[in-house]
C-alpha cells in the first residue's frame, strides 16, 4: 500500500476514534431515545445502571457497551474511557495508577462503581481503573459533573459505573490468548453456566511485559466470579468479588537533555509525605485489589422492589524505592506497607407510582480504616565502620459516615422527563499519624484529632424533545466532598503566598499605616500577585470540606441524513478547593488548604455518522477550561483541548476493522501522586508543558464461528511524545490475539 493510499486511509479511519464514545452516547438518556417521527414523540426508556425498573431518568448517560470496548482492543478500564469528552485519564500518577479527571476535577472527585460497589480507596482517595479488566466488563456508564443523588453527594467531577458481564451468560467458556511488544503476554479464561436456580461466571486473567522502558515491568493476576441465586420467582441472591494481585515497577522520569534520573521533590504518596523524596526505582510487592458484595433483591409487589447491599472493598500494599539523605548518610531501600478497607451497607426501595413515576428512597452506611507503616534501612560509616539503622513510622485512620436520600424519577409526559432528589449525609473521622517517628514511639490511641461533617445537597436533571429529532437537555447538583486521609492529616499550607513577597509597614491596597495597640508601626509580609493585587497569607489550620456546584445544558439532533450530534455547556463553581503545597525543611512535608473560590468551564460534542451499511464514523471534542487561581494557569494533566475520530468497519464475512485518530492539546504536568488542581500539584514543584500529540491506533479482527483472530497496532505512525512529566509514552506496538469460544 502506498503512501496516498495509508493517508486516505487514515483521513478516514480517524473520523472513528471520537465517534467511538458518540456511538456510546446514543444511549444516552438526553440525547438518543428520541424516535425519529414528526409531532410528539415518545422517550425511549433508558437503563441507568442495571436495575430491573427502566424508565428515562432525564440524566444525560455516555455509554461504552462491550462490541466498543472489544472494537477499540482496551485491556483495560482506563483504555476503555479515552475517548470519551470531558474526561482524561491520566496515567502520570508517581504510584503508577491510572485515573480518570472530570472536567478538570482531580481523580479524587470521580466515583466508580463496580456492579453497584463503591471502590472508595482510603488513602488518596483515587481509584486505578486499570486493575479491571476489560474482558469482564459488559459496558461502562459515565455522568458527568451533576450526577444523580443515588450515587451521593461526594463525586463532583462525575461517576463511572462498570457493570460486569450476566453469571449464566450465552458466552459460555471462553479462552484467550494474546502477545505483543516488550514481551507482552496475556492469557483470560472464562466459565458461564446454569445449575437450576444457580446461575455462575468465573474468570482469570494473567498479564505480564517487560514494559516499552527501564523499569517498567509488570506482572498481574485477575480474578472474578459472580453467582445469583433464584431463590424464588421474585427474590435473589446475587454474591460478586474480584481480586487484583500486581507486581509493578513504575518507570523512573528521565531528563531528555542529560539522560539522568530526575529525583522530584513531588514524590509523595499518602501520610509520610516527605518520607519518599528524592528517590527512584520505585515499584510495588506487590499491590493488592478486592472487594466481594451479597445483593438482595425482593420483588414486595409489582410496583415495588427492595434491594439489600452489604459490600467490602480493601487496597494493601507494599511499596518500595530506593534514594539517600546526603553525604553524611546513605539512605537505601525504603519501605511503606498501606493497608485500607471500606465496609458498607444500602438499603433501597424503588416505589413505581405511576407508569410514569417511580420514587427510589435509600439508606447508606460505610465505615473505612486506614493504617500505614514505613520504614527505611539508613547505613552510614563510623570510625571506619558501617553501621545500619532502621526507622519506622506509623498513622492510622478511622472513618464512618452514614446518608438518607430521596430521589424522583418522573416522565411528566410524552417530551419531558425529569429526575430531582435530596440527599443527607453524616460523617466523623478520627486521624491520628506520627510523622518521623521510630520504633520506641508506637502510635498512642489516646492521641489523634477527630472532626464531624454534616451536609444537604439537591440535584436534578431533564430531557426534553423539542422535536421528533431535537432534544434538550440539562442538570444542577450540590456536592460535599470530605478530605481524604492524605489531605486530612496535612492541614497548615498557606493561601495568598503566590507572587513576589514583601515587608511593608503599610496596607498597599489603602495606603494606611498600621499600628499595633502601643502605636508602634507593625510591619507585615504581603505578596504582590501576578494580576496586580496584593494580598496577605492565611494559614489553613483546619480543612474544610470542598463543596461545588455543578451545572450543565445541551442539546441533541439527529439529522435527516444520519448524523448524530450533542453539544453539551457545563459551568462550575468550586468553594474551598483542596490544595497541597511543599513545606520547608529537611524533610519536605505535603500540606493543605483551600482556595476559596474556583471556577471552571467549557463544551464538549459528540457525534456519530453511518456512512453506508458496514462503515460507521464517531467523532467527539472537548474544550475544558480549568484555570487554576492559584498556579496562574491551567491545572495539571489536563489540555484544554482533546478530540478523536474515525470509523468502524463491518464486514459480511467477519471482518471487522477500528481506525481512530486521538489529538491532545498541549498541558502542564508534575510528577508527583497528585492530578490536576489537587492534592499533589504543590507550589513548589517544577512544572513542565507536555506539548501537543496526534496518535493513531488500528484494529482489525476475523471471526469465523467460534474463533476471532485480530492484530491491533497503537501509535500506528509512531508518534514520539510525553504522556506526562518526563514520562515518555511507547512508540508504535503492536499485538496479535486469539479468542476461541466453546
Known amino acids: 500500500m502506498n503512501k496516498r493510499k495509508l493517508a486516505v486511509l487514515a483521513s478516514c479511519l480517524l473520523l472513528h476514534s471520537g465517534l467511538m464514545s458518540v456511538a456510546g452516547a446514543e444511549q444516552t438518556g438526553g440525547n438518543t431515545g428520541i424516535e425519529e417521527a414528526s409531532g410528539d414523540v415518545e422517550l425511549e426508556e433508558v437503563v441507568v445502571t442495571a436495575d430491573k425498573f427502566k424508565q428515562n431518568t432525564g440524566t444525560k448517560v455516555t455509554v461504552i457497551d462491550e462490541e466498543q470496548i472489544k472494537s477499540q482492543g482496551a485491556r483495560n478500564a482506563a483504555e476503555a474511557l479515552k475517548d470519551v469528552p470531558g474526561v482524561y485519564v491520566t496515567s502520570n500518577d508517581a504510584q503508577g495508577k491510572a485515573v480518570a479527571m472530570f472536567r478538570g476535577s482531580d481523580a479524587q472527585n470521580t466515583r ?13 482517595g483515587k481509584v486505578d481503573l486499570s486493575v479491571i479488566p476489560a474482558e469482564t466488563i459488559e459496558k ?41 511488544d516488550h514481551r507482552y503476554e496475556s492469557v483470560f479464561a ?13 474468570d482469570v486473567k494473567k498479564e505480564r511485559t517487560d514494559g516499552y522502558t527501564l ?28 481480586y487484583t494481585e500486581t507486581y509493578k515497577e513504575l518507570p523512573n522520569r528521565i531528563d531528555p537533555e542529560t539522560g539522568a534520573i530526575l529525583l522530584s521533590n513531588s514524590l509523595y504518596n499518602t501520610t509520610q509525605g516527605g518520607f519518599f523524596n528524592n528517590t527512584y526505582n520505585w515499584e510495588y510487592e506487590p499491590w493488592k485489589n478486592s472487594y466481594i458484595s451479597l445483593v438482595y433483591n425482593q420483588t414486595l409487589s409489582e410496583d415495588n422492589e427492595l434491594s439489600l447491599r452489604l459490600y467490602r472493598t480493601k487496597e494493601n500494599a507494599r511499596l518500595k524505592a530506593f534514594g539517600w539523605l546526603g553525604s553524611w548518610m546513605d539512605q537505601d531501600w525504603l519501605h511503606q506497607s498501606m493497608d485500607g478497607e471500606v465496609e458498607g451497607l444500602e438499603i433501597q426501595d424503588k416505589i413505581r407510582t405511576s407508569n410514569a413515576n417511580t420514587i427510589i428512597v435509600g439508606y447508606n452506611h460505610e465505615t473505612r480504616n486506614y493504617s500505614e507503616a514505613s520504614d527505611a534501612i539508613y547505613s552510614y560509616v563510623q570510625n571506619n565502620k558501617r553501621s545500619y539503622y532502621t526507622g519506622k513510622f506509623y498513622s492510622n485512620y478511622d472513618y464512618s459516615g452514614k446518608s438518607f436520600y430521596l430521589q424522583d424519577n418522573l416522565q411528566v409526559n410524552s417530551k419531558l422527563a425529569v429526575n430531582f432528589g435530596l440527599r443527607h449525609e453524616q460523617l466523623s473521622d478520627w486521624a491520628n499519624i506520627h510523622p518521623w517517628g521510630d520504633v520506641f514511639s508506637p502510635i498512642d490511641p489516646n492521641v489523634g484529632t477527630s472532626a464531624k461533617g454534616s451536609a444537604t445537597k439537591p440535584a436534578a436533571s431533564f430531557s426534553y424533545a423539542l422535536t421528533g429529532r431535537t432534544t434538550l437537555h440539562g442538570a444542577f447538583a450540590e456536592s460535599y466532598r470530605w478530605p481524604n486521609i492524605s489531605e486530612r492529616l496535612g492541614p ?36 504582590h500577585w501576578p494580576d496586580g493585587t496584593w494580598h496577605q497569607p492565611v494559614t489553613c489550620d483546619y480543612l474544610l470540606p470542598e463543596e461545588a456546584i455543578n451545572r450543565e445544558i445541551g442539546l441533541a439532533h439527529t439529522f435527516p441524513f444520519g448524523l448524530k450530534l450533542d453539544a453539551t455547556y457545563f459551568y462550575k463553581n468550586i468553594k474551598n478547593m483542596i490544595k497541597g503545597q511543599e513545606s520547608a525543611g529537611n524533610y519536605t512535608t505535603l500540606l493543605y488548604y483551600n482556595i476559596p473560590e474556583v471556577t471552571m468551564h467549557g463544551y464538549e460534542v459528540e457525534g456519530s455518522f453511518p456512512i453506508g451499511k458496514r462503515v460507521k464514523g464517531f467523532l467527539s471534542y472537548s474544550y475544558t477550561n480549568a484555570y487554576d487561581p492559584v498556579a496562574w494557569r491551567q491545572v495539571c494533566d489536563v489540555p484544554q483541548r482533546k478530540y478523536s475520530y474515525g470509523f468502524m468497519y463491518t464486514g459480511n464475512d467477519g471482518m471487522k476493522a477500528y481506525l481512530s485518530l486521538n489529538y491532545s492539546g498541549s498541558y502542564y504536568s508534575i510528577f508527583s501522586t497528585g492530578s490536576g488542581n489537587g492534592t499533589g500539584d504543590s507550589k513548589n514543584a517544577t512544572v513542565w508543558t507536555v506539548p501537543a500529540h496526534r496518535t493513531v491506533d488500528l484494529r482489525v479482527s476475523k471471526e469465523k464461528e467460534n474463533r476471532e483472530y485480530y492484530m491491533r497496532i497503537t501509535n500506528l505512525f509512531d508518534e514520539k511524545y510525553y504522556q506526562g512529566y518526563y514520562l515518555r509514552a511507547p512508540g508504535r506496538c503492536v499485538e496479535f490475539g486469539g479468542t476461541v469460544k466453546f
Open 140 to 180: 461502562i456508564e459515565v455522568i458527568k459533573g451533576a450526577v444523580p443523588i443515588i450515587y451521593g453527594i461526594n463525586a463532583p467531577g462525575g461517576v463511572i459505573y462498570v457493570t460486569t458481564k450476566k453469571a449464566g451468560g450465552k458466552a459460555g467458556n471462553v479462552l484467550s490468548v494474546v502477545t505483543g
Open 190 to 202: 472464562s466459565k458461564t453456566g446454569q445449575i437450576g436456580r444457580l446461575s455462575y461466571l468465573v
Open 215 to 242: 523499569h517498567a515491568k509488570n506482572d498481574e493476576k485477575y480474578f472474578n466470579a459472580k453467582f445469583k441465586y433464584d431463590l424464588s420467582p421474585k427474590a435473589s441472591l446475587t454474591v460478586m468479588g474480584s
Open 492 to 527: 497548615g499550607g498557606v493561601y495568598g503566598a503566590y507572587g513576589t513577597s514583601s515587608w511593608l509597614d503599610y496596607d498597599p491596597n489603602t495606603g494606611k499605616t498600621t499600628y499595633d495597640s502601643l502605636g508602634n508601626v507593625i510591619t507585615q509580609q504581603w505578596w
Open 112 to 124: 466508580v462503581f463496580v456492579d453497584g460497589v463503591p471502590l472508595t480507596p482510603v488513602g488518596d
